[in-house]
């Protein structure tokens, strides 16, 4: 039905394409969730006018080539992800927006509502992206002053609120340290189907903590893999990572994109200085400890688009063999949902397929 949809479906790994075995069904267990994400463009990149297009255009990229979801952000400086979303259903027919959700900004019960009201509108799933910090100047301008590791506890409470409130058909009574609610009897009813899943993003062990608790799935910036530690098996914690890619037939043309895409900027490395001497968020400086790390390394892993604070995530560089290698590993590790940074164009999410293809290739013989 969908041009292009197989190169990112097809990383998915089937069980007759594994040998019976215990270690191998454990893996194969562990890769099948494994789930894709483009993300949104956001308003402030772009013109009144253009922006919905734009929109449109990315989320019918991201559902004609597999991917599972897209990421709609959410911050101070940029529209409403609700309504974004809304936007992302009206115009494709499977893609699931995965909504980016900071309590700062909304009561838990309307979080619920909004995920009600599209199941009942839509008939679509969305998926829930719970974001605990943000950039510190949003926090102070809304006088917002919870230190770090207690914002984490703060989104434990709102996020099993809105759990409850999707998936009780009894009246709901909270009573936390942050937030109590009494005898709610909610309405839309919520298809069991259409319940979201919960993603955690955050690197430091309180938001580690979080997500075991809420049963979410972990998702931070990556180490490279020769450096990432993976997940903790014992903690039976469902983890992703948000990276970019970049990926071409040879690495010197992968490259060349690369750094025109994201050329060496004085003032977006002035902006990102700035901004690591105002945040508290542990993933921002734990990538930047690693850029001095990696800088002149050959590895596919690359932080120059942080560096020059274009974007906040890693990038993976190089051949579709390289690249898919690299991804390889991070299936390896553990991890089983991809958060991809937002595509220039189609072509970018078709040559991402192909890695993801080649990757399920090599996982597949390495579980053998």
Known sequence: MYRGLQPIAAYRLQSHQLEDSDDVENNMDSQSKIRVFSTCPQSSDHASGEYLRRVIDVAKW???NGCEGILVYT????????????NIIQHTSRLSP??????VYMHPYSVAKMVASLGFLHQRRVY?????????NDLVSLDDQTPHDRRYDRIVEYTEIVKRLLTTDSAVTFDGEFYRIKNVKFSPRLAAELVPDILMSGSSEASLEAAEKLGA?????PKSSSEDKGVLWESKLDSGV?????ARETEEEAWRIAHQRFPDDRKGQLAHELAMKTSDSVWHKQLSDLAHSTNGRNTPYWLGPFQNYKTFCPYLVGSYAV????????LALGYQTFILDIPPNEEELRCIG???????EKAAVCSR
């Open 62 to 64: 991201s559902e004609a």
């Open 75 to 86: 911050d101070n400086r940029i529209l409403d992800p609700w309504l974004v979303a809304e």
């Open 217 to 221: 799935t972990a998702v931070k910036y």
């Open 323 to 330: 690249v898919a290698d690299e991804i390889a590993r991070y």
């Open 98 to 103: 995965l909504v980016a959700v900071q309590p």
């Open 128 to 136: 829930l992206n719970m974001v605990a910090g943000g950039f510190s």
């Open 242 to 246: 948000r990276t970019g890619i970049i």
């Open 354 to 360: 192909k890695v993801f293809a080649l990757a399920r």
